[in-house]
């Protein structure tokens, strides 16, 4: 630095202020109950689509008619009647609760209750661990 001529300062002011309002905070409770102390004047506009999905509810109106068409019942695969009888035989052979058989397949009771009364989706895995667990083989019977 020593040969680069005078040294000179910048004293010019500098001023910090705070941000104007953005449209948000112009726009919450606090705001417009100081606005209204003040006596400006406040403009409410109520948003005709406001809580509503206007781009989802307008395209509902060109699948109406498909669907309405439709005729196909489309159900879920229920457990078959053998099935369950099966499970219930094994279960009574080996006796053993639905809770007991259920613990020792890692399962809810109420997975053991759905399959006896045939309102079980039939899921290959858990049929498999009841094969093992009863000693029954319960698929070959369709």
Known sequence: MAGTGPLTQDWEPVVI???PLNAAAKKDEKAVNAARRMGAEI????????????AASSS???NTR????ETENLTHE????ELKKSI????LDKKLTQAQLAQ???????VIQEYESGKAIPNQQIITKLERALG???RGKK
């Open 104 to 110: 020792m397949i890692n399962e809810k009771p109420q």
């Open 43 to 54: 403009e409410t506009v109520k948003k005709s689509s406001a809580g509503t999905n206007r």
């Open 88 to 91: 219930m035989q094994a279960r």
């Open 66 to 69: 498909k669907l309405d068409e």
């Open 78 to 81: 229920r457990v078959p009647t």
């Open 136 to 138: 029954v083989k319960l």
């Open 17 to 19: 202020r705070k941000k």
């Open 60 to 62: 509902t109106s060109l």
